[in-house]
């Protein structure tokens, strides 16, 4: 069992059309991040959540933290194929030692 | 100079040989880590230095051997490794080694083992 979700594994679409992608978890946690890993690439931090509830806009990428802050999604309006990588969600708990831990991610393709 | 860099990018070497990988950061950073990225696993911690020091060894197996003689560079030797061990070797960094710090990734190492 992963401490942190990720769902779906994969995912191809139309360019244009809009997801979501999820990170679950039983656990709470105090903050959480969102990476964006390309192709050939590392991974990019896209965005930090700390308080339950919380809604961040990254122009068509908006990020939602949980309010009891056990899960986060990731929502992508108009997808681009520059939208196309792995979405990794990471996160801190006490549950885990106060270490970031990371889900396997979500791959996803963009097609044009 | 982007600001972590790994070398060498691609590395295949058979299961008796010795080999370095290497990794250097240009943020002035002063903790680093090695992460090993499996397909369809998390990314799994290794070790972590913070101010040169190794403060986590996340039960590494003793073939892999990391080396950070400043805080700008971090070595991971490699002996007798296993085909298992075959993965991206991603190198990271972030101001201190606090879990709430934003990581940069270097674009890693793709390793193959014979």
């Known amino acids: 069992t992963q401490l942190l979700e990720q769902s779906p594994q994969f995912l191809s679409i139309q360019e244009g059309e809009n997801l979501t992608v999820y990170c679950n978890s039983s656990?709470?946690?105090?903050?959480l991040q969102w990476y964006r890993q390309e192709p050939g690439e590392g991974p990019v931090l896209l965005v930090t959540?700390?308080?339950?509830?919380e809604v961040k806009k990254l122009k068509r990428l908006t990020f939602q933290f949980g309010d009891a802050r056990k899960d986060s999604s990731l929502h992508i309006t108009a997808a681009q194929p520059g939208d196309t990588g792995l979405y990794l969600c990471a996160g801190v708990a006490v549950e885990y030692g106060n270490k970031l831990v990371f889900g396997a991610g979500t791959i996803l393709r963009v097609k044009s | 100079e982007t600001g972590v860099t790994q070398t060498p990018r691609h590395l295949v070497m058979g299961m008796t040989n010795k080999k370095s990988l290497k990794c250097e950061q240009h943020l002035g950073h002063n903790a680093m880590y090695w992460y090993k990225q499996s397909a369809k696993k998390p990314l799994e911690l290794m070790f972590v230095?913070?101010?040169?020091?190794?403060?986590e060894n996340n039960s590494v197996p003793s073939r892999f051997s990391p080396e950070c003689p400043n805080s700008s560079h971090l070595f991971l030797h490699l002996h007798t490794l296993q085909p298992e061990d075959s993965a991206l070797y991603l190198c990271a960094s972030s101001q201190v080694a606090a879990s709430n710090q934003p990581q940069h990734f270097g674009d890693g190492t793709r390793l193959s083992i014979l």
């Open positions: 230095y913070n101010f040169k020091e190794q403060t």
């Open positions: 656990s709470v946690f105090s903050s």
């Open positions: 959540v700390v308080t339950g509830g």
